[in-house]
């Protein structure tokens, strides 16, 4: 079950396991298998539900092929159901996936969990649905009409919520509880408890007013960032001291209507508030669609008088049948009638994405529902103008296309060229939808680089990939899957990390010669490069990210908005290095301390003594001093003192190990300072944040106990390159047999109570000098010995559950909790903070990556408005969606001159630098005060005279070239320049940079 366990792992980080659990025990049908209902089947597969069936009486088209990505022209005439079976199929065999082609009855619907309708008729949607809502099944409607796109979810009339968001459960450190009617709770003022009103809370530890302790959930009201009130504590006893109040996620009740009342009256759940009134006519419009097409068998033809004042009528029609009340728009209504006929693959994206959010909410009960109408549109991607001619279908896989945008649009999304960088979860959306759209299909062109490799627990969420591409190259791997899904497309892979090493390959031509840039990255600092790049070029740059069920998308627009790097996020909290050290209070803190004692002993340790046998100068690179002496004595512990000779050193090692993390360590601390320590303004020392260890005694019947020893040897054993031992009963046997010696506290022992006194030990760097040259005799003296030695370095792989990596941290961890009273953290969680992992599921990428397409559509076309384009944050879980125009780029100015970040002096070379002091001042009355090229300075006024003089008479390639010591590369075509200049007034001006174009 490993594999199964590295497949799912990533949706249980945003899960849970008991709704990974309920998820893994439901029946899913899916009706209609048309771009939609497979993007659904496509999440929910890989999300790991139990079965999935697919049904559909529908034959495959060539519409079909503009959005259903498991669909060939070979399927054409094919039940589309049957179709993609198979390739479904592939995503994960651990879910049942079989398909069936017989009619939606609800007979055939009775036997599944959830029910997902897509591209069905009304009467079909109320007899399903009032079959569902009367025998408690669970159903969700699904529908998508070209720029138009709907959910509705009906869960019956008793659904309940166990966690409405999803967000870690709040524990925050206490200092006071009054005793009165209102009960103030009072926090340690290290940080915000976080909580809202209306939370439910329980405490623990709590000395004196011990009733609150393990008390029954109480409901709070916030009083500020730092406190709250619970109620009556006036007949409690008197609080002392300490205490931890933990939030407690409490069920919430959920009613539906069914779809039959709900089409009276409407509950939406807005996804524009820009758009806040157009749900509401969204709702009119696909009743007379329905009836539209129940009259005349098809949807309306794109602007075509005749089917758009017949649809007007409908609408104004179905106004009045459903006593809805709405003043109609006869504007939208119209644009409704010309939009709804195609199918876009980034609406269908989107809608099936959240749709498959909403089937898990519905097995497991994890996040709020949609209740109960969504409606979602992107009309503004529409060129103006269209007439019935531009919208005709020409028999290609682009009609559903066309029939949206039109043959214009079409034709110019064929000559795109864009750069998609990273092929990993959002990646692979994009370049799916991408090859849906079209894009670079006639003279245009996809380039696509990512150097990361397939691991399996990618296979969850990146479809594009399968169990024997494991070890393959993501962007080989993903650009050869989606040429299968349109053979038209041309793509490029590369296999390059882009950053300034690559520039060489990444000239001023490559960028020069495509429309755009579409990060699909997981860091910070490879999107703020690509930021840069793209503002140097002036090229659009679609940014977009993923954390579980959380999404957002931001548009880049030359010369219009704010780039990435305009605004940042908060730098990461770190842990004090007191807190680690000695006085952890959460197991967040000591997993990083576990995370360290693996770096130490498993990765820089071995690292050190593997360089100091095969690298000669390895110790000139070092410091002298203190850190020297430091690397010293961990050469001499593992390369003599400590070295084992076979796996039964390995684990008296580990014993040993064992001992003086969780015992000697904890004896010492408290030796230094007894439980009863008092401070010397007369408050406990153990108090506040500061919680009381206990030495653990060790215990080889303690499955903790004997995992730390198992993981740890089997660690050292790798590290020495000897064979290793699973043999859980000898580890135990070997581990009891081993007779430690009993540790007495010594005293003068400094530990550091502040971070200043932790800093200042860590950079102890006294004179140690004879004792290192002692060490390094000793050592070298046996040189020949050590060379004998095959030291491996354990770099940390938090995916490979056979390598004890995961299991020492947990072990280790879970162990200085248990020193502590901290409760501990399974495997998971633990994976999750030392792996430092994103969690990513197939729903929210999807989402995700369906709005960059369809932001793509707005920039292709052309469109400079920018309250057009919508920069997206969403949250699966809740559900919630804002949208909004992007920020505009700030100006800034001098003298009479406006400028933003992407404008810059273009000032071509190859001239003096002399003579570049007095174009400025002569063309733009600007003093250049100084002058730098990266992280070098080429020029300053403080400058002594007679540098400035010979600088000013070298071209500036040379003063480049002198600065830096290094020759100019060959593909350089220009050089940055940051200036710092004075006006006439001798004021300093904020100016744009000089682009320094070389002859």
Not at 541 to 557: A, C, D, F, I, P
Not at 824 to 834: C, E, G, H, P, W
Request: some cysteine; proline content about 4%.
């Amino acid at each position: 079950m490993m594999d199964e366990a590295c497949r799912i792992h990533y949706h249980r980080y945003v899960l849970g396991h008991e709704a990974m659990r309920k998820m893994a025990a439901s029946n899913i049908l899916i009706c209609g298998l048309g771009g939609l209902g497979v993007e659904v089947a496509k999440d929910l597969i890989l999300g790991g539900v139990k079965s999935v069936t697919l049904q559909d009486h529908k034959t495959t088209t060539h519409q079909d092929l503009s959005s259903q990505f498991f669909l060939r022209e070979s399927d054409i005439g094919r039940n589309r159901a049957e179709a993609c079976h198979a390739r479904l199929v592939e995503l994960n065999e651990y879910v049942s996936t079989t398909f069936t082609t017989s009619p939606v009855s609800c007979e055939l619907v009775g036997a599944y969990s959830v029910v997902v309708l897509t591209d069905s008729l009304r009467e079909e949607q109320l007899e399903i649905g009032d079959f569902c809502h009367a025998n408690n099944i669970k159903f969700i409607c699904a529908n998508s009409h070209g720029v138009f796109g709907n959910i509705f979810c009906d869960f019956g009339d008793e659904f309940t919520v166990m966690d409405v968001n999803g967000e870690q459960v709040l524990s925050v450190m206490l200092s006071a509880v009054s005793k009165d009617k209102e009960g103030i709770v009072t926090c340690l003022d290290e940080k915000r408890h976080g909580f809202e009103d209306g939370d439910f809370v329980t405490f623990q530890e709590i000395e004196g007013m011990t009733e609150l302790n393990g008390c029954a959930p109480r409901k709070i009201e916030v009083k500020g960032p730092y406190t709250f009130s619970i109620g009556d504590t006036s007949q409690f006893s008197d609080y002392s001291r300490g205490g931890i109040v933990t939030q407690v996620k409490m069920p919430t009740a959920v009613k539906f209507k069914s779809m039959r009342e709900a089409l009276k009256d409407p509950e939406v759940v807005p996804t524009d508030f820009g758009k806040f009134e157009e749900p509401y006519q969204h709702h009119v419009c696909n009743l007379a669609l329905s009836e539209f097409h129940r009259t005349h068998s098809r949807l309306p033809v794109p602007y075509n008088a005749e089917d758009g004042a017949a649809f007007l009528g409908l609408c104004k029609k179905s106004n009045e049948h459903f006593a809805l009340g709405l003043e109609i728009n006869e504007d939208m209504c119209t644009k409704f009638c010309n939009g709804c006929s195609g199918s876009l693959v980034g609406v269908q994206a989107f809608i099936g994405g959240a749709t498959a959010q909403e089937v898990m909410k519905a097995c497991s009960g994890k996040f709020m529902p949609v209740k109960q109408w969504l409606y979602f549109d992107c009309m503004e991607i529409v060129p103006p103008g269209l007439t019935e001619a531009d919208c005709k279908v020409t028999g290609s896989r682009y009609d559903g296309q066309i029939l949206c945008l039109g043959q214009q649009l079409n034709a110019k999304i064929a000559d795109q060229k864009w750069f998609v960088v990273g092929a990993g979860a959002i990646g692979c959306e994009l370049l799916k939808n991408f090859a849906m759209m079209g894009v670079g299909h006639n003279n245009g062109m996809l380039t696509v680089t990512d150097m990361d490799t397939i691991e399996r627990s990618n296979l969850n969420r990146q479809f594009l990939f399968r169990n024997e591409d494991v070890t393959k190259l993501k962007s080989d791997t993903a650009c050869k899957a989606v040429k299968v899904m349109n053979p038209d497309i041309n793509i490029t892979s590369h296999q390059n990390r882009v950053g300034p090493e690559t520039e060489k390959i990444y000239t001023d031509s490559f960028f020069a010669n495509i429309h755009g840039v579409a990060n699909a990255l997981d860091n910070v600092d490879a999107r703020s490069y690509m930021d840069r790049r793209c503002v140097y070029y002036k090229l659009p740059l679609l940014e977009s990210g993923t954390l579980g069920t959380k999404g957002n998308v931001q548009v880049v627009l030359p010369h219009i908005t704010e780039s990435y790097s305009s605004s940042q996020d908060p730098p990461e909290k770190t842990i004090p290095m007191c807190t680690l050290k000695n006085f952890p209070n959460a197991i967040e803190h000591t997993i990083q301390w576990a995370r360290d004692q693996f770096e130490g002993l498993f990765t820089k340790g071995p690292q050190n003594s593997h360089k100091f046998i095969t690298e000669p100068k390895f110790l000139e690179k070092q410091k002298s001093g203190g850190l020297l002496l430091s690397i010293l004595d961990g050469l001499k512990k593992d390369l003599t003192v400590d070295k084992p000779n076979d796996f039964n050193d390995c684990v008296r090692w580990a014993r040993f190990l064992f001992e003086e993390n969780f015992h000697n360590t904890i004896a010492q601390l408290l030796h230094n300072f007894p439980p009863n320590q008092m401070t010397s303004s007369g408050a406990p020392f153990w108090s506040g944040p500061k919680r009381c260890p206990a030495p653990v005694k060790f215990d080889a019947e303690n499955d903790d106990h004997l995992d730390f020893v198992m993981a740890a040897a089997n660690l050292r054993a790798f590290n020495y390159s000897l064979p290793a031992s699973r043999d859980r009963q000898f580890i135990k046997e070997c581990a009891s047999s081993i007779a430690v010696p009993t540790f007495a506290p010594k005293s003068g022992v400094k530990i550091a109570v502040t971070e200043a006194e932790a800093e200042a030990q860590n950079n102890d760097d006294d004179d140690c000098g004879d004792r290192a040259d002692q060490i390094l005799a000793e050592l070298n003296s046996n040189m020949d010995k050590l060379r004998a030695l095959n030291v491996q370095v354990a770099d940390f792989e938090k995916d490979d559950d056979a390598n004890f990596h995961i299991d020492f941290i947990t072990a280790c961890s879970n162990l200085r909790a248990a020193c502590y009273r901290i409760p501990s953290a399974n495997k998971y969680k633990t994976k999750l903070i030392a792996g430092k992992i994103i969690p990513a599921i197939a729903t929210t990428t999807a989402v995700v990556a369906g709005l960059v397409s369809i932001e793509m559509y707005k920039i292709i076309s052309g469109l400079d408005d920018v309250e057009k384009y919508k920069n997206a944050f969403l949250n699966l879980a809740l559900p919630f969606f804002a949208f909004s125009e992007p920020i505009v780029a700030p100006k800034n100015k001098y003298y009479d001159v406006e400028w933003t970040l992407w404008d810059r002096y273009d000032v071509q070379g190859d001239i003096t630098l002399q003579e570049l002091l007095d174009l400025f001042e002569k063309e733009h009355k600007l003093e250049i005060s100084m002058l730098s090229q990266g992280v070098c300075m080429l020029y300053a006024f403080f400058m002594p005279p007679d540098k400035r003089k010979e600088r000013g008479a070298m071209k500036i390639s040379e003063v480049v070239e002198l600065v830096t010591k290094k020759k100019l590369p060959s593909h350089k075509r220009a050089l940055v320049l940051e200036i710092c200049c004075n006006d006439s007034e001798g004021e300093d001006v904020d100016t744009p940079y000089i682009n320094y174009l070389l002859p």
